[in-house]
T-cell receptor
Framework: AQSVTQLGSHVSVSEGALVLLRCNYSSSVPPYLFWYVQYPNQGLQLLLKYTTGATLVKGINGFEAEFKKSETSFHLTKPSAHMSDAAEYFC???????????FGKGTRLHILP | DGGITQSPKYLFRKEGQNVTLSCEQNLNHDAMYWYRQDPGQGLRLIYYSQIVNDFQKGDIAEGYSVSREKKESFPLTVTSAQKNPTAFYLCASNGRDRGAPGELFFGEGSRLTVL
């Protein structure tokens, strides 16, 4: 079975500071990993995904994530936070066995002026 | 415009009533999903379907039912057996990208409140 753990249900950073949102996964087969963002009362939007190949993945809005198999992690980073980054972020895992996609509980990112 | 359309956006129901949430997509995706979202719980998978006339239970299928008679449509029925149905429901579809699971496209959600 696959699972995702996101450390920290709420994270606060100052505008201009580094954003780091943590995600660890569990999977018995090679995982596919995703980060999604959700703004209030809306659906989710894909930020980036890892399937195969390069382990450092770049996404939209300046975000990137690195797949570390030895640490079973896929942490999301952004060098400089912007007020518009305030939202809820979800890490998700899937595999090539089927189309089941499992989400973590989410991390709400707060940006301090 | 291609996308996922969920309706209704807001729905109120009395205890003991069944209610059906609509989800339609025009992205020509094979796979469709229903998730339930509660504060602090993230998204929990209710049902998913990889192809027409086939679907699988997710992690919290009890009290819900689905059908997949057409590729474009994946309605969710919240039955009276669902003990705590008040939640935000999200439908999504997924087109495979070179053999790997692709991006999930989400609707705007349906908020169900049981009175």
């Amino acid at each position: 079975a696959q699972s995702v753990t996101q450390l920290g249900s709420h994270v606060s950073v100052s505008e201009g500071a580094l954003v780091l949102l943590r995600c660890n996964y569990s999977s018995s087969v090679p995982p596919y990993l995703f980060w999604y963002v959700q703004y209030p009362n809306q659906g989710l939007q894909l930020l980036l995904k890892y399937t195969t190949g390069a382990t450092l993945v770049k996404g939209i809005n300046g975000f990137e994530a690195e797949f570390k198999k030895s640490e079973t992690s896929f942490h999301l980073t952004k060098p400089s936070a912007h007020m518009s980054d305030a939202a809820e972020y979800f890490c998700a895992v899937s595999s090539n066995r089927d189309d089941k996609i499992i989400f973590g509980k989410g991390t709400r990112l707060h940006i301090l002026p | 415009d291609g996308g996922i359309t969920q309706s209704p956006k807001y729905l109120f129901r009395k205890e003991g009533q069944n209610v059906t949430l609509s989800c339609e997509q025009n992205l020509n995706h094979d796979a469709m999903y229903w998730y339930r979202q509660d504060p602090g719980q993230g998204l929990r998978l209710i049902y998913y379907s990889q192809i027409v006339n086939d679907f699988q239970k997710g992690d919290i299928a009890e009290g819900y039912s689905v059908s997949r008679e057409k590729k474009e449509s994946f309605p969710l029925t919240v039955t009276s057996a669902q003990k705590n149905p008040t939640a935000f429901y999200l439908c999504a579809s997924n087109g495979r990208d070179r053999g790997a699971p692709g991006e999930l496209f989400f609707g705007e959600g349906s908020r169900l409140t049981v009175l």
